[in-house]
């Protein structure tokens, strides 16, 4: 019981301490940045009527440990997104590919939001015109 109570007891320390070291001066929790965008915006200038157009937006892990991109969501339906699924290993490329079906003429702007574990949302964001 005594070495149950001690591991308990280490463990909230060390959990306490950790939030702590963690927390800004205003006592908000600090976000790591995990990975290193290439970039985070693409403008396709000038698109077809009815053609998809497609941009692969690739990130760097510079974190010390795997980074995985829990969820991504895009602002509309006309703008879908594919994404490596599995872990990125510290040091590894990774990449998040939006395709855009143009089937609107005119300017548009889209959004794709990616949720990786242990930072914050990234907004990835696409732009252009579409041909009448």
């Known amino acids: 019981m005594r070495n149950y109570i001690l591991f308990t007891l280490s463990f909230i320390i060390a959990f306490t301490l950790n939030l702590q070291a963690n927390q800004t001066s205003d006592g908000s929790t600090k976000k790591k940045n995990t990975v290193s965008w290439n970039e985070t915006s693409w403008d396709f200038g000038t698109l077809e009527r009815n053609k998809a157009a497609e941009h692969e937006f690739v990130f760097i892990?510079?974190?010390?440990?795997?980074?995985?991109?829990?969820?991504?969501?895009?602002?509309?339906?006309?703008?879908?997104?594919?994404?490596?699924?599995?872990?990125?290993?510290?040091?590894?490329?990774?990449?998040v590919t939006v395709t855009y079906n143009a089937k609107k003429a005119g300017h548009f702007t889209k959004t794709v939001s990616v949720k990786l574990n242990d930072s914050e949302n990234q907004v990835l964001r696409i732009k252009g015109k579409v041909k009448e």
């Open 61 to 95: 892990n510079t974190a010390d440990a795997p980074v995985l991109i829990s969820k991504v969501k895009s602002s509309c339906g006309c703008t879908v997104s594919s994404y490596d699924k599995s872990p990125i290993l510290p040091g590894k490329e990774g990449t």
